[in-house]
């Protein structure tokens, strides 16, 4: 009745390994779901990022205070009517 008993166990044992540490076992699962959380913060990221750019795009579109503005800061123009006064601070003088 013992052998009975011990072959009984080996079998559950061997039935139960590749729920637990198989290709489709539960260590598996725990992996592909930590991964597909990560994934989904990742996602809603790039569509926080998406939906600003496209907000960016539809202003370059439709308004003209958006192309100025860049024209301004990234490009260094002015208007005609403008005057430009660049201001040049003086240099430190090394004091060693």
């Not at 044992?13 to 729920?19: D, F, K, T």
């Not at 992996?31 to 907000?55: H, M, P, Y």
């Not at 860049?70 to 005057?83: S, T, W």
């Amino acid at each position: 009745m013992r052998i009975l008993g011990g072959v009984l166990a080996a079998l559950i044992v061997l039935i139960q390994y590749p729920l637990w540490l198989g290709k489709g076992g539960w260590v598996r699962v725990w992996e592909v779901d930590r991964q597909l959380e990560t994934q989904r913060g990742r996602n809603a990221q790039l569509q926080v990022r998406n939906q600003s750019l496209d907000a960016e795009v539809l202003d370059l579109k439709q308004g003209v205070d958006a192309l100025e503005e860049r024209a301004r800061y990234e490009l260094g123009m002015i208007r005609g009517d403008e005057v430009f006064f660049h201001v040049v601070e003086p240099a430190k003088k090394d004091t060693r």
